[in-house]
């Protein structure tokens, strides 16, 4: 997976287009992560019982496909392609392919 939890990601379609935010989380089984402030559902929660769990109605972020999100270069500030580079001890490094940054 290029994106990892963390990143500062802009949705690049759909509803939320240009919207930035931080990735909460990745899942790679499915290709989808899940970004602060995109995406967000209302996701109706019934009483359990438990009075630790909040009921009624619950804004939430759903997970969106990582190919509708691009990495922001934290150099350039723009949503970029990402490249690996392998270095000879083989641990592989996230490179912006606009100015060949490499991004952490
Ligand atoms: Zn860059």
Redesign the pocket.
Known sequence: MKIKKGDTVEVLSGNYKGVRGTVNSVDPDSGRVVVSGVNIVKKHQRRTGDVRTQFGIIEREAPIRVSKVALV??????P?RVGFEVAEDGAKTRV??????A?E
Do not use: A
């Open positions: 270069c934290p150099r350039c500030d723009k970029s912006c392919r606009r100015c060949n940054e991004i």
